[in-house]
């Protein structure tokens, strides 16, 4: 079983819609999960950081995380051409951040 | 707030000859990440310090992958007698070293073995 685990995809959302990535984790002492966004031969960068149960917004972004599920998601609202990338998940257990294999988003016109 | 920097950007050895890249983590930052990636993955972790200390490396890293990170500044990853299953992107990661504090990366750094 792998520490991270996310649907591979590609997750095919048409423009305007909301696009919902999800992930679970092993590691029952992770305390910090992360979403990051990877474009086609660039490095990841930071979306949101989510530590409580619960939901996180950030504008068109929100977070959720469910420890007793393990399970950690992220929805993209009003979702625009711009956010077709990969999107990674990672956990801290903590000592090293592990990341899933990523889900790749498409948004349709 | 300069950024995580990677040299070189690019690398294209041949089987068999060593080489070595260079990370130069963001100044405040006390934790330094080396992590691996290839087409379709997540990034695969492989070491990270904190400050000098080198505080794991991963299993799946072979002998021939050596890191440091003199003075607790900036961190070399070296790989001896490449093979072409090393052909992938290294990137480097910083952070504050604290529960909630999330990596920032650098542009990577592409290696290609022919």
């Known amino acids: 079983q792998k520490e991270v685990e996310q649907n591979s995809g590609p997750l095919s959302v048409p423009e305007g819609a909301i696009a919902s990535l999800n992930c679970t984790y092993s590691d029952r002492g992770s305390q910090s999960f992360f979403w990051y966004r990877q474009y086609s031969g660039k490095s990841p960068e930071l979306i949101m950081s989510?530590?409580?149960?619960g939901d996180k917004e950030d504008g068109r972004f929100t977070a959720q995380l469910n420890k007793a599920s393990q399970y950690v998601s992220l929805l993209i609202r009003d979702s625009q051409p711009s956010d077709s990338a990969t999107y990674l998940c990672?956990?801290?257990?903590?000592?090293?951040?592990?990341f899933g294999s990523g889900t790749r988003l498409s948004i349709r016109p | 707030d300069t950024g995580v920097s990677q040299n070189p950007r690019h690398k294209i050895t041949k089987r068999g000859q060593n080489v070595t890249f260079r990370c130069d983590p963001i100044s405040e930052h006390n934790r330094l990440y080396w992590y691996r990636q290839t087409l379709g993955q997540g990034p695969e972790f492989l070491t990270y310090?904190?400050?000098?200390?080198?505080?794991?490396k991963s299993r799946l890293l072979s002998d021939r992958f050596s890191a440091e990170r003199p003075k607790g500044s900036f961190s070399t990853l070296e790989i001896q007698r490449t093979e072409q299953g090393d052909s992938a992107m290294y990137l480097c990661a910083s952070n504050q070293g604290t529960g909630n504090s999330p990596l920032h990366f650098g542009n990577g750094t592409r290696l290609t073995v022919t």
């Open positions: 989510i530590y409580s149960n």
């Open positions: 990672a956990a801290w257990p903590p000592s090293k951040i592990i």
């Open positions: 310090f904190q400050n000098e200390a080198q505080l794991e």
